[in-house]
């Protein structure tokens, strides 16, 4: 059960440098997100996926030692410290415990279950001062990087209208084409490694190792340039495609990729697939 916070409400949200919030959780990240982190780290994102990164660049490694509870530290954790890469944390570490969702296009604050998350590792902080919602956010800078966040989600809707148009407008569905829709309902309950086969290494580097000049401080320029890459590579391939095999093959692909950065965004990529299926069921 998600209980939906007011950013007037007031919790114990002061953190710790016990760090329970960095054992044992699941940080995804946004293409920008890992680029930030490798900014701080001063290393290339290549070489931060590589070594600190599952899903192909998707998910934080959670490989450091264990606490208490038996639960792995984040690969960026220090003991008795803190996160190394602070200053570039992505927006998941920025909210905890606090989560982000849009309903009708309206941003709503929550954390899940009927008792605050963060007094299960840390019953201590009942004890430190309290701050509202917004005080929080500001307090962690949480605003770019839910600029990001918002940014790629909007990317993520484009890309999967190059795969409903190559479906719509091609003739592919006219010609009596089921098969693209299948597949994009399979496609919706797939791991994010069965998606990135289905995607391939090519286009995995364009849609998460980016070959664009990095600002930390403006991910919309970032983003914006981001999606005209993904958009001119995939006009440069749909100009090479010579039959109706050929654009259903791409028609899959694309939208694999759609899926896959839903999944970075920590969309429900399930319910994504269905209802794109769904507009292709209606023409």
Same mark, same amino acid.
């Given at each position: ?11 114990p ?18 293409p ?35 606490d ?14 803190g ?7 992505p927006?998941?570490?920025?909210l ?12 709503q ?9 963060c ?19 500001i ?28 479906? =719509? ?29 289905r ?6 580097? =364009?849609?998460?190792?980016?070959d ?30 010579k ?12 939208m ?28």
């Amino acid at each position: 059960m998600n209980t939906v916070l007011h950013l007037s409400q007031k919790l114990p949200l002061t953190c710790t440098r016990k760090g329970t919030c960095c054992h044992g959780n699941q940080v995804l990240l946004n293409p920008w997100e890992l680029n930030r982190l490798a900014f701080e780290k001063q290393i290339s994102a290549r070489e931060f996926r590589d070594s600190y990164c599952d899903w192909k660049g998707i998910l934080l490694k959670f490989d450091g030692e264990k606490d208490q509870r038996g639960k792995s530290a984040c690969s960026q954790y220090i003991a008795n410290f803190g996160c190394s890469l602070h200053e570039g944390r992505p927006l998941a570490c920025r909210l905890f415990p606090i989560g982000r969702q849009i309903q009708n296009e309206a941003v709503q604050y929550i954390f899940q279950g009927e008792s605050f998350p963060c007094l299960n590792g840390c019953p201590e902080v009942n004890e430190l001062p309290q701050l509202t919602v917004e005080a929080y956010l500001i307090g962690h800078q949480t605003s770019l990087f839910e600029q990001a966040q918002d940014e790629y989600l909007e990317v993520m809707q484009n890309i999967a209208d190059i795969s409903l148009m190559l479906l =719509l407008d091609s003739g592919l569905l006219a010609f009596g084409d089921t098969q693209t829709r299948i597949e994009w309902r399979k496609m919706g309950a797939e791991t994010p490694n069965q998606l990135a086969q289905r995607i391939g290494e090519k286009w995995l580097d =364009l849609l998460i190792l980016p070959d664009i000049r990095f600002s930390a401080k403006n991910p919309k320029k970032f983003i914006h340039a981001h999606q005209e890459l993904l958009q001119e590579k995939a006009q440069n391939q749909i100009d090479t495609l010579k039959s109706f095999p050929e654009i259903r093959e791409f028609a899959i692909q694309i939208m694999a990729i759609a899926l896959f950065l839903g999944k970075s965004i920590g969309a429900d990529v399930k319910a994504l697939a269905e209802m794109w299926s769904e507009v292709g069921d209606s023409k």
